[in-house]
Structures are given as C-alpha cells and as structure tokens.
C-alpha cells in the first residue's frame, strides 16, 4: 500500500512441514508435523533520495520433534540513500531475540549494525 511518500506492507503465514523444530526431520520425523504462524510489517517514509523504514516480524514453531516449540521475534531500523538509479547506499540496525529448547546455546538476543551498497543492474 503506497500514500504519498509512505509505504506500507503486511503479511501473515501459517505452515505445516518441517520448521526450525524438527532440524534433522528427515531422519526423526519423517511426517514433518512442525507447525508454524508469523507476521512480518513494515512502513517507509521516503524524504528526497532518502528513503527510511522499519519493520517488525514474529515466527513461531510448535510441535516440533526436538523441542515444543521455538519463538523469534525481530525488527530492522534503515536509511537508503539513492546515489542514481544505479547505486544505493544503505545502513541498518536489526535487533533479533529468540527463544526455544532447539537454540542449542540458550536464547538468542543478538544486535547488528549494517553498513553498504546495492547495485541495481
């Protein structure tokens, strides 16, 4: 959906096969019952050549054959800059967080900053 300088997206999905939950299903579950439910949003504001946006998603695993379930949650602040129709500058700051039995490491809380380019061709 577009206004003006405004952007705006929506989605949402339910899933049923093998998942973040079930890593190595072929050999335990062969039936992939793994379920999954998310939503993603995002809107962007465009000022010029500069474009700034952010986003926010959720993904959700259930029944899985090594944990019950696992849960990430996640959003993404960014500047695009517009050098021509060829080149675009860009800088992100995403924030991840998840949780769940099959994060071999405990919860995953991680920040990144990402600085670079995209090439249209």
């Known amino acids: 959906m577009a206004l003006g300088n405004f952007e705006a997206l929506a989605y949402g999905f339910e899933s049923k096969g093998l998942g973040l939950s079930t890593v190595g299903a072929l050999f335990l579950s062969p039936a992939g019952e793994t379920k999954g439910r998310g939503f993603f949003v995002q809107g962007t504001y465009k000022l010029g050549k500069t474009k700034f946006g952010i986003n926010y998603g959720e ?63």
Do not use: P, R
Request: proline share 0%; no cysteine.
């Open 59 to 121: 993904n959700k695993d259930t029944d899985g054959t090594l944990a019950d379930d696992n849960k990430f949650k996640s959003y993404t602040l960014g500047v695009y800059h517009s050098l021509n129709k060829y080149v675009t500058l860009v800088g992100e700051y995403n924030n991840e967080k998840g949780t769940g039995d099959d994060l071999f490491v405990g919860d995953l809380k991680t920040s990144t900053v990402s600085l670079g380019g995209i090439i249209f061709f």
